[in-house]
């Protein structure tokens, strides 16, 4: 039996190849893809492999497990991004410990993580979570603004005291247009981006991409993949 650590540098290495494939089928950079490891569920112990192994970027959905796991790594070398829904009352504790918050969707949680910032005296990184299922005026199931709306949103977070624009994020939709294909859904995203860059220059990633898809989400441009199960296993229950 492969110990847990063994168990995680190979798979490691095999998420590695897997975006050093899909860069060299896209005639892409490797070095232009980061990978964020996603270790939601799992516990610190895991993430301080992780770090052994030399990941930097690591990102967590649920403030109330994110912050005793960060705390306890806070001797590591990581840089952390949320990517859950994220209430607002949430926003001061997740500015002490994430660089990035992937899932920005709405004007009331620009403002709540502008003063939580600001307070703590920090530059946070934010990314406009887009929903592509969404149309004019609605939300995503799974949070994110229609594509609309992006504009406005990225507009308001990079005139914001202590937030800055980085860019988009996405998540391949389960229905809708999108069901199915997301390489269509990360083309649109793409262009989504551009767009955005138009106005914004400096909001340049383009997060997008998980275990099932990171490699549609290469070969459409995504800058940052963030892979969860194909590195720490598949998460015991539904999340
Ligand atoms: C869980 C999660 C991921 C990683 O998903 P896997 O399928 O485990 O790779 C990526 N992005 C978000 C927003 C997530 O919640």
């Known amino acids: 039996m492969p110990t847990r650590a063994e168990q995680i540098a190979a ?34 112990e895991d993430v301080r492999v992780l770090a052994g192994l030399g990941v930097r970027e690591v990102a967590e959905n649920r403030d109330q497990d994110a912050a005793p796991k960060a ?15 994220l209430q607002t009352n949430k926003a001061r504790s997740v ?5 990035h918050v992937h899932s ?34 609605e939300r ?3 949070g994110g603004v ?8 990225a507009d308001a977070i990079a005139a914001a005291d202590g937030l800055r624009l980085d860019g988009v994020m996405t998540v391949a939709p389960l229905a809708g247009a999108y069901a199915g294909q997301p390489r269509a859904a990360f083309d ?16 340049n990633m383009v997060s997008a991409g998980m ?4 490699d549609e989400a290469v070969a459409a441009g995504a800058t940052h993949v963030r892979v969860g199960t194909a590195v720490l296993g598949v998460r015991p229950g539904l999340r």
């Open 11 to 44: 798979n490691l290495a095999a998420v590695r190849q897997r975006i050093a494939r899909a860069c060299e089928a896209a005639g892409r950079d490797p070095a232009e893809v980061t990978l964020i490891v996603v270790t939601k569920t799992y516990p610190a």
């Open 71 to 85: 705390e306890a790594c806070a001797d590591l070398p990581l840089s952390w991004h949320f990517v859950g829904q």
């Open 95 to 99: 500015v002490r410990y994430a660089d």
């Open 104 to 137: 920005v969707d709405r004007l009331r949680l620009v403002t709540a993580l502008s003063t939580a910032a600001t307070a703590a005296g920090k530059r946070l990184g934010c990314l406009v979570q887009v929903a592509l299922d969404a149309g004019s005026g």
């Open 140 to 142: 995503g199931e799974r």
């Open 146 to 153: 229609a594509p609309d709306a992006v504009g406005p949103l």
């Open 188 to 203: 649109r995203l793409t262009e989504i981006s551009s767009r955005l860059r138009e106005t914004h220059p400096a909001a």
């Open 211 to 214: 275990s099932q898809d990171l």
